[in-house]
């Protein structure tokens, strides 16, 4: 998986690559996919939503640019496959799903991996959290058509947030840095998400 599809694709981060290496996938995908692990493909989870594809789970860390100390805001916790991508980077990570069921799984298999520097919250991610902010790193892994508004006054002045911005079907993963409270955003590549649900 890391040879064929991240390093040949330009991945060239270490620790991302390292962390890739490190955390086994095939304990976060449902045990009738395991054997296709580590395809190249995002695969389902319950309740209609996805694992990513490792490829845009790396791309999305590289992005990142998470440094060992970072304090890190993950939204749509899903599987908790990126989560702990995150946790192998990051000094802490924060993370927000809003399905209760898909937390669950995510928590029962970080901690048997013995992650304990996550802590987890079941809530709307677009208000962020606010009891933990500023945060040094802002991820979001489903798809939305603007910043949402308490996630940016959450990201700290020179923070770094990636987020795929856009329409339903289509969007661009794009990675915002905080210039003197502004953004300054540069354009990674098109993508596709499940949708950020701002309800609750
Ligand atoms: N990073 C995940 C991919 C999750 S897919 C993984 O590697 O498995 C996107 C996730 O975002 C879904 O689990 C979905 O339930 C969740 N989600 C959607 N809207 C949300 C919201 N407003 N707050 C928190 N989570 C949300």
Request: one cysteine or more; hydrophobic letters at 40%; a negative charge.
């Amino acid at each position: 998986m890391v040879e064929r599809q991240l390093l040949a694709r330009g991945i060239q981060d270490q620790r991302v690559i390292e962390a890739m290496l490190h955390v086994p996938r095939h304990l976060f995908v449902r045990e009738e996919f395991s054997s296709i692990a580590y395809h190249d493909t995002p695969l389902p989870t319950a309740l209609e939503q996805t694992i990513s594809q490792p490829y845009m789970v790396a791309l999305m860390s590289e992005a990142l640019e998470v440094e060992p100390d970072d304090r890190v805001l993950e939204i749509g916790t899903g599987s908790g496959y990126q989560t702990a991508v995150l946790a192998c980077l990051a000094r802490e990570v924060y993370t927000i799903e809003r399905h209760g069921v898909l937390q669950e799984g995510a928590i029962a298999t970080l901690s048997k991996l013995g992650y304990h520097h996550i802590r987890f919250l079941v809530g709307n991610g677009t208000h962020g959290w606010k009891e933990h902010a500023l945060y040094d790193r802002i991820i979001v892994t489903a798809a939305t058509r603007h910043i949402p508004e308490a996630l940016w006054t959450q990201l700290k002045e020179g923070g770094i947030m990636v987020i795929p911005v856009g329409g339903s079907m289509y969007q661009e993963l794009i990675q915002v840095t905080r210039v003197d409270g502004q953004k300054s955003i540069k354009e990674i590549c098109p993508c596709r998400f499940v949708p950020l649900i701002d309800s609750n």
